[in-house]
């Protein structure tokens, strides 16, 4: 049977633009999809161009590489994004720091003027006090201050599967609560799935949600997100004031003894510990 033509001069060509982008990012880190666009390249080229097998081998180690590559890359885009959000909630501190400030200047004055009559100056006082206290309390209202959401089962739908809802977690309204849900790939189901073009789009799949208002004092909505039992899933939160990050497992064996719904931890704030935890 005769064999088809290796077509060593594409191969080549495609190992070494490739390899050489690879080690340009080692010192370069690119954006993210840079690494999958060229994952998708030699894909392509392994659609149409039968390899040997120590192309073969070669384009494993490519591919294994861009994996590295574009994970270092979401890395440092998370780091960017988080390192902006934080430049932007200390400029908004700032600003409703300065107008505390106009307004403890104003009830200085005021005490000034009025020092003759005490009783006076101690009213207004008070009543400068209670009004920066609702200014901060309307702030905390606008803003949610620190607090975040968190996906929860709430409701079960099929033998394996739950519907999530968005929970506040704290005792300020939420304006909004997005979230984007990643499945969460071990690392040798990671590389298995990462062979194929079907199995990297597995792995770079995400489901985006978007709540809102929600309520105070641990209240959320039910939402039409459903997701399946025995998994674990990584789960992107964005709120007004800051960002943080949930880790799920729902339990198919609920119901029996000592078994919970489900283990849930949110991480955050400006240490990124542990905020929330159930059970």
């Given at each position: ?12 060509s495609a ?70 959000d934080?430049?932007?909630r ?40 209670r ?12 803003t ?17 599967q ?13 304006l ?10 071990d690392?040798?189901?990671?590389l ?35 997701l399946?039992?025995d ?13 943080f990050?949930?880790?799920l ?13 489900s283990?849930?931890?949110v991480?955050?704030g ?8 159930s059970?």
């Amino acid at each position: 049977m005769e064999r088809k033509p290796a077509h060593r001069w594409i191969h080549v060509s495609a190992l070494l633009i490739t390899a050489s982008f690879c080690a340009y990012w080692q010192w370069q880190t690119p954006l993210p999809n840079k690494a999958v666009l060229f994952l998708a390249g030699i894909a392509i080229v392994l659609t149409f161009y039968d390899p040997n097998r120590i192309y073969n081998v070669l384009y494993l180690a490519l591919v294994v590489w861009l994996m590295f590559t574009e994970n270092r890359a979401i890395n440092k885009d998370h780091s960017d994004t988080v390192a902006k959000d934080e430049g932007r909630r200390e400029e908004q501190n700032a600003k409703f720091q300065g107008i505390a400030d106009e307004l403890s200047q104003s009830i200085s004055d005021n005490r000034t003027q009025f020092d003759v009559t005490m009783k006076k100056s101690d009213a207004l006082a008070n009543a400068s006090k209670r009004n920066l206290d609702l200014t901060r309390y309307s702030l905390n209202q606008i803003t949610g201050s620190d607090q975040f959401c968190y996906l929860e089962p709430v409701l079960q739908v099929s033998q394996n599967q739950w519907q999530m809802a968005f929970i506040n977690s704290g005792k300020f309204p939420l304006l909004f609560c997005h979230v984007i849900v990643h499945r969460h790939y071990d690392a040798d189901e990671g590389l298995r799935l990462a062979q194929t073009p079907e199995g990297r789009a597995t792995l770079m799949s995400a489901t985006e949600k978007m709540f809102g208002p929600l309520p105070p004092g641990k209240h959320g909505f039910a939402s039409d997100l459903v997701l399946e039992t025995d998994k674990n899933y990584d789960i992107e939160i964005y709120t007004w004031n800051g960002q943080f990050a949930e880790k799920l497992f729902i339990n198919s064996d609920f119901g029996k003894k000592h078994v919970p719904l489900s283990f849930l931890q949110v991480n955050g704030g400006p240490r990124w510990g542990v905020v929330y935890h159930s059970p």
